[in-house]
């Protein structure tokens, strides 16, 4: 094991994870935007849409794993601003090209350089706050990924409405050459492993239930092919109810916000309704909002907007917070790296996936079996109950 040589301070660590959380999270999503101005220029199909995606979520999944194994080598800071670096340099390129060739590298190499992101800074908030006090700060780390997803398609949208797509991603890659700086300026060097105290570890530390763990994972993944397969297309479905370019972006933010919300309020009625209950609570809202919102109006879908996104995001910050109940310190950081391996997968497979059934049933029906999925968690969550009552 790597000993860090400069121990960070607990609420600075947060506080810099959280941002690069938002910088990373608020990066990913603007290309919900991106994607309607794409298929506009190039003539995209809905399946070559959802092959953007994948190629973007494709690449972050491909990269979790090794990132983990590179921040051990060069540090967790180190590689955490080579990979908000190496986003800027994604953006850039495509911005600069103009091409559909150059947007598919681009993508690519943004895509690995967010790989970087969640695994490192979740074990970083982790190894800050070890024991039990890390399910809230867990639950604060993601709670500051959807403050960027809120600011971010907004801004983007904006500037593409006014100076078109290419330049809001050259803007964008500046924002994240300013966010590599500040990850390297903020934090000192630090390891991926750190020493904790063997009598505090022992008393509240998780423990390995590897049967516990994968059947997190796969209701996270569930959860994951739900939400990137219905955030992806929301715009199309906005476009068909007469949205324009700010019109959506706005839409987004307030699905964002309600997101936002929804990382705090779950946390508040996860913590006493327990894990079971919140999880079936928020999937079945999921299906019946996702329901709701295909035959509205585009004001009916703004006004539903908060609290969609409110449920279908707050699934995410119980299941985050559970992890480190399931997993020993020593290996967590490569328990991390699976956990969101898994949703990066859900996220390169599930956009392709849902663009070739709305090629071949039309749109609204695709987005129904989307809702339709979000079911499958139930029973899922279900069957982790005893986990819980072993612990």
């Known amino acids: 094991m790597t000993v860090a040589t400069a121990p960070l301070s607990p609420k600075k660590t947060l506080t810099v994870c959280g941002g690069a959380h938002a910088l990373h999270d608020g990066f990913s999503d603007l290309l919900n935007v991106l994607y309607p101005l794409l298929q506009a220029q190039f003539g995209l199909s809905y399946a070559a849409v ?79 706050f070890p024991g039990l006090r890390s399910r809230g700060a867990l639950g604060t780390y993601n709670f500051t990924g959807d403050l960027g997803k809120v600011a971010l398609p907004s801004l983007f949208a904006l500037i593409a409405a006014a100076f078109g797509w290419r330049d809001a991603m050259l803007v964008t890659a500046a924002i994240a050459v300013a966010g590599a700086g500040v990850i390297l300026a903020t934090l000192p060097a630090h390891n991926a492993s750190m020493t904790r105290v063997k009598t505090e570890a022992k008393q509240v530390e998780g423990r390995n239930r590897p049967g516990a763990f994968w059947l997190l994972f796969f209701i996270h993944t569930a959860d ?80 539903l907007a908060p609290l969609l996104g409110l449920m279908l995001n707050g699934t995410s910050s119980v299941l985050y917070g559970t992890v480190p109940e399931f997993v020993t310190a020593e290996r967590r950081t490569h328990a991390f790296a699976i956990f969101y391996t898994g949703g990066s997968v859900a996220g390169a497979a599930s956009p392709f996936l849902f663009g070739l059934l709305s090629d071949s049933i039309g749109l609204d029906a695709a987005m129904a079996s989307v809702a339709g999925l979000a079911l499958i968690t139930v029973p899922l969550v279900m069957a982790l109950r005893p986990s819980f009552r072993a612990g």
């Open 50 to 128: 959802g092959a953007l995606k994948t190629v973007y979520s494709g690449a972050m999944a491909s990269g979790q794993i090794p990132s983990s194994r590179l921040a051990g080598r060069l540090g967790n800071v180190n590689v955490l601003a080579f990979g908000t670096a190496l986003v800027a340099l994604g953006y850039g390129l495509a911005g600069f090209t103009g091409s559909i060739y150059g947007v598919v590298i681009g993508l690519l190499l943004a895509g690995l350089g967010g790989s970087t992101q969640h695994p490192i800074a979740s074990t970083l908030v982790s190894d800050a």
């Open 224 to 303: 994951s092919s739900v939400r990137t397969g219905f955030l992806i297309f929301l715009p199309f479905l906005l476009r068909a109810k007469g949205a324009d370019l700010p019109a959506i972006g706005l839409c987004l933010s307030l699905l964002f916000a309600g997101g936002a919300a929804g990382k705090l309020v779950m946390g508040w009625v996860g913590a006493r309704l327990g894990v079971v209950a919140s999880v079936v609570l928020t999937e079945v809202a999921t299906t019946a909002l996702i329901l709701a919102i295909l035959p509205l109006s585009l004001t009916g879908s703004l006004i």
